[in-house]
């Protein structure tokens, strides 16, 4: 366990060391937008990655909950004068409650049958979303007011100063979303290396043996549920502000494929793997900005490459590569 | 009053028939292997939108149907070479993405070659609707039933009375065992994508002078071929035929007596309700796992 | 004295086929109690019938007196009852260790909060169930790999590691699917020695199994399934005696 949790400390620390250092690389504001977007979604599939990667369930419908958490907060700041903190929290425990009602009788199911029923689920929210214009703007999408913590608004287009430097918003935002990012990843590695964590895997590892040793699979098969979709509900309630502006596709299945392919590329049960799944398929249509008619093409491919010959993932394959190599060159049989 | 019960009926049979073929189509490839393929939809529209741009290009019509079905074919035998067989053992979730890989792959492919635009393919008899009762029938969707019939019929028929078709289930039911028996299980797999494929395509084409076709039409219909698949119980062909004839016809009645904003979430509805109550489908056989 | 295991007239059929039909035995506190019988005579079903897995088509299981009808696996481990399993069922996604530490889930008291910020409670729990665990698995004989990956251990040593699990949760019963499986001589002998062990701190032990000196050697009672049905029940020495058993089955 000493290794495991020193494993975890090494992770959160190189993390923060790039997230604080980006700035010192990047001065366009488009990159820090890029770069606040890219930490946003990362938090979303962290959460996922409790879901999908550790518990070994399957979600492809998990947009739905980010979109609702967005949606929510849109709402609740623009049409009814809400603060954004309250409107993000009670979003937040309105999506858990969500999650919990429909993830009792979907989590019985297994495999192709759960997959099924969370594309549903996903489906129906976004269709909901789309439809009712009068409140979310329909497919046109809606304007969301800036973030504002009593008043004192964060917004991409302000002037701030921190520690008597002046920054730009930014900046601001994007050290933000850093700092949320770094939260979220320091609560997902505390709850994995527990008791509560050891239960959540082990309904992925073998369900039975959990079961004989007392582990209610049920009950934590919800937990993990509705942890995941708060997490997704937080950072798209935080997505709205940032962009200003969201539409239905926020909810919809191509981002609730994007964010489980994230999840898949860089590592199921990897909770930098992930980020940096995030990081790759988000900068993806950057890289192949002037190629945007491949993008879909190469979209696919890289999945179905990935898939086949890295099933485990970016981050574990690269590790257990670099084991190899370090065992190898140790010399001797083992 | 009846005559629009009529109507919504056959705008709902029709659709559902596609259902019914695009259903079989997932069920066709479960059995053989256990994948649900979610480029299912992406069969429709090559076939579609092949035909399409053949007849435009002056390549007489049905030559053009058989080319965009061949098309098809290949497409469902390269899906199996290239992206199912190479996974081997993969559990559920990396299998499923394969799928959507896939998916994703073969629509940016049509995107290439064909463009992001809508395209009309003519009815194949009359543009004349047929007047029954009061309700209006497209001449299409005779077409569509006709054929959806006809292939029905002949699956049936390869299923039970050809060799090769009694090797695809042997396949399914236990593939180390019908290896044992000298089936060559990776020739079965092929031709379990293949047929799907064509199925497909074939749905496609003949449901393309209805509902336009391009790009990406394949993929709210293969979903929705799956969750028909899924209604009537995975794995079970009869089960596929009526959870696609009954998922389209409710759908159509629901668009026409509640809301047609809400039509696509019928089907989403359904299936939820479905995996509740009756989680292996109306069909479907139990699986009872041993320790 | 109750009996801590009591099965009444236990029948499960799968259709047609009846797995167990009509079994009646008593398990006492404290014993080592082998259930035998050649392949197919349904001792792995009567052992998922006790341990909540299956539901029975006939008849009753009482643990302690009370009836096992309604309760889940994860009840029975509750109320003291836990088991390994013939097709071991280790978590290969976590490190040996951990496996052994999910045995000690019940014991553990975390809610989300103490989780979620790691706060004192929480790592004094952590360290003392890793600390037992620890014992444990130098107890079942695999402590080389504290540090290891569950997936990096030989067979052998996962089937100890599934045992050191088992004991993690504290049992007064343990239930053993064919522990013996799989290993060789020198193996068996250790497990032997281990079970004696375990039955010298007071657990009751219930023992699958084909192995016959192992089981011989180890069991104070043993009962013997043939066709679902009890054959015989006794002492060794009257089981090694009783005609009809040999007949069936010990015959060479």
Known sequence: MAKLSEFRLKGLVFLAVVVFALPLFISNPFHYSLATQIALIAGAVVGLNLLVGFAGQISLGHAGFFGLGAYFSAIMTSHYGWSAIPALIVGAIGVGIIAWVVGRPILRLKGHYLSMATLAVGFIIAIILNNEREMTGGPDGMPVPAFDVFGWELSPFGEYSLFGMDISGDLAWYLFAGVVLLVAVWLAQNLIDSPIGRALRSVHGSEVAASVVGVNTTKYKSLVFVISAVYASVMGALYAHFQGFITPAVAGFEFSILLITMVVLGGMGSTIGVIIGAVVLELLPQVLADFQEFEMVLFGLILMLTMIFMPKGLLPTAANFLAKRRAKSAGGNA | ?291 | MTALVEVNNLSKAFGGVHAVEGVSFAVDAGQVYSVIGPNGAGKTTLFNLITGLYTPTGGDVKLNGESTAKLEPSQLAQRGMCRTFQQMQICMNMTAIENVMLGRHLSLKSNLLTTLFRLPALTRGEKAAHAKSAELMEFVGCGEYINAEASAMSYGALKRLEIARALAAEPKIILLDEPAAGLNAVETTALEELIRKIAEQGITVMLVEHDMKLVMNISDRLLVLNYGRVLAEGTPEQIRANPDVIAAYLGG
Do not use: C
Not at chain 2, 60 to 71: G, Q, R, T
Not at chain 2, 78 to 89: F, G, M, N, S, V
Not at chain 2, 149 to 165: C, E, I, K, N, Q
């Open chain 2, 1 to 291: 009053m009846f005559s629009e019960f009529l109507q919504y009926l056959f705008t709902g049979i029709t659709i559902g028939a596609t259902y019914a073929l695009i259903a079989l189509g997932f069920t066709l490839i479960y059995n053989a292997s256990h994948v649900i393929n979610f480029a299912q939809g992406e069969f429709l529209m090559i076939g579609g939108m092949a035909t399409v741009s053949l007849t435009a290009m002056g390549v007489p019509m049905l030559l053009a149907i058989v080319l965009a079905v061949v098309l098809a074919g290949l497409m469902g035998i390269a899906l199996q070479r290239l992206a199912i067989a190479p996974a081997k053992d993969a559990n559920v979730v990396t299998l499923i993405i394969i799928t959507i890989g896939a998916s994703i792959f073969i629509r940016g492919l049509a995107q290439l070659v064909w463009g992001k635009k809508y395209h009309v393919m003519p009815n194949f008899s009359s543009d004349e609707p047929i007047e029954i009762f009061g309700a209006v029938l497209n001449s299409q969707s005779l077409w569509v039933l006709g054929v959806g019939a006809v292939l029905v019929a002949v699956l049936v028929y390869f299923f039970t009375r050809t060799m090769t078709g009694k090797a695809i289930l042997a396949t399914s039911m236990n593939k180390d065992a019908a290896r044992l028996v000298g089936i060559r299980t990776q020739m079965v797999l092929m031709l379990a994508f293949m047929v799907s494929a064509l199925l497909g395509s074939i749905a496609g084409i003949v449901v393309a002078p209805i509902t336009f076709t391009s790009y990406d039409i394949g993929i709210i219909l293969g979903l929705k071929g799956f969750v028909a698949a899924a209604i009537g119980g995975l794995g079970s062909g009869v089960g596929a035929v009526v959870g696609g004839l009954a998922l389209g016809v409710v759908e159509a009645m629901a668009a026409g007596y509640l809301s047609s904003d809400y039509k696509d979430a019928v089907a989403f509805s359904m299936i939820l309700l479905v995996l509740f109550f009756m989680p292996r489908g109306l069909f479907g056989a139990k699986v009872v796992e041993r320790v």
